[in-house]
């Protein structure tokens, strides 16, 4: 039988994938998931965490980030972000293309901590700035990116394609039939930006297939996604034909009056940041406070869940999102506050949550990710007054967390006591 290096005790365990909501133990044994179920023997484990009264989730996972920091215009550490979020798996979405993909490989997706994928951008500068990639089309050689996907066979989990009227230029559609040819040689999924047109969503859609994904599914910019309070004829085909819906939250593409249009039209997609150096100061922040703007929009708890961790998995074939047996033993821990929390879209728009998620432990394959300070922002990055004031006070938080122990009585388990001198 063997002993379980942790045990995770008492918590509410919701697994979408495995149809579980209920009070549950979670061991873990050579990081991975041993067994799920109630009232499992203390004594088997090596370490045992009371999660009473908490969520004890999948890992997350967020199906649209740039992760490539520190060598593209929207990179983040996902390392400073990781450990007090839940989010295991971190797919980026277009950061590097051929010319850069072996660099996101050797400094972002091997040293770190937790999964990472990438989306390979059809450009092969990809993200290196804010916009434009796609106005050289030199650059976008579809032979080159095979063969650079193919040598990272298991980084690439699908291809990015940004198409608006600032990215593509005067190129139209030929950066997208590119970006689905490349698709459809390497077999994975196509992902497309949608925003300002031209294009617009009825031009882009001959080009995708079941399986695909609309990313900023939920924008308020796209003039073609939800019309009068309805999803378009043109989003409904899409959707009834197996396209999937990626919410991608950014710091421009999140409007509840979308969301809510979709919902109610039974289109619920994957929940995902779209985290990168402008969003994650707000009003993005992260994927539990996306979370929650879901919830807000009226998505259950279970479906919120769902949208977070097995279903993006699944879309992108990655052995994710579940807490199965024998899965990987990525979770999340979480307290759930109930009340009526303001969230806010980016247009400015409010609604009211039901539940605020903190996060109190991240595991990645059955270790706890500990605590990671984030770099000061980039400085082409605009912040707001607020944000930069927030930004001032996290900085004097860490400094301030950093406490001088200066009394002996703070030792005294140190200090040897002198030996008893014996009366003459």
């Known amino acids: 039988m063997g002993v379980w290096d942790l045990l995770l005790r008492g918590g509410r365990v919701i697994d979408p994938a495995s149809g579980r909501d209920g009070t549950a133990d979670v061991a873990v044994r050579a990081g991975r998931i041993a067994e799920v179920a109630a009232d499992l023997p203390e004594d088997r484990a090596v370490r045992t965490v009371d999660v009473g009264g908490r969520l004890v989730l999948p890992g997350l996972v967020d199906a649209h980030t740039h992760v490539s920091h520190s060598s593209t215009y929207w990179g983040v550490d996902p390392e400073s972000i990781a450990w007090r979020t839940g989010v295991t798996t971190w797919i980026d979405a277009g950061s590097a293309g051929a010319y850069g993909l072996d660099g996101l490989r050797r400094f972002v997706a091997e040293p770190a901590p937790f999964r ?32 650079v996907a193919a040598r990272n066979g298991d980084l690439v989990c699908g291809v990015k394609a940004r198409m608006d ?28 930006h949608i925003g300002y047109g031209p294009p617009d969503l009825a031009d882009i859609a ?9 990313t900023h599914c939920a924008t308020g910019v796209a003039a073609d996604l939800v019309v009068d309070g309805r999803p378009t004829d043109i989003l409904r085909r899409l959707h009834d034909s197996g396209v999937l819906l990626d919410l991608g939250h950014g710091s421009g593409a999140f409007d509840f009056d979308v969301l809510e249009a979709e919902l109610a039209a039974g289109m619920v997609p994957l929940l995902s940041t779209d985290l990168h150096i402008r969003s994650v100061y707000g009003p993005a922040y992260d994927l539990p406070t996306v979370m929650g703007k879901a919830l807000a929009a009226g998505m259950g708890l279970t479906d919120v869940v769902a949208a977070a961790t097995h279903r993006p998995a699944r879309a992108f074939g990655l052995a994710a999102g579940t807490l199965a047996p024998d899965a990987t033993a990525d979770i999340a821990v979480f307290e759930v506050e109930e009340g009526r929390f303001p969230v806010v879209d980016v247009h400015g728009g409010t609604r009211e949550a039901p539940l605020r998620l903190s996060n109190t432990a991240t595991y990645a394959g059955g270790r706890l990710l500990a605590p990671r300070a984030a770099e000061p922002p980039p400085v082409w990055v605009p912040l707001s007054s607020a944000q930069q004031r927030a930004e001032e006070d996290r900085h004097e938080r860490i400094r301030t967390a950093v406490r001088r122990l200066d009394r002996p009585e703070d030792f ?13």
């Open 165 to 192: 009227s600032q990215t593509v230029g005067t190129h139209g559609l030929e950066p997208l039939r590119r970006a689905a040819s490349l698709a459809r040689r390497l077999d994975v999924p196509l992902m497309v």
């Open 116 to 147: 990472v994928r990438a989306l390979i951008n059809v450009s092969g500068i990809g993200l290196v700035g804010r916009t434009g990639e796609h106005h050289v089309l030199e650059n976008l050689d579809v032979d080159a990116a095979v063969a």
């Open 206 to 214: 001959p080009f995708l297939t079941e399986g695909d994904l609309i």
């Open 412 to 424: 005294h388990e140190h200090f040897p006591r002198p030996a008893t001198e014996t009366p003459a």
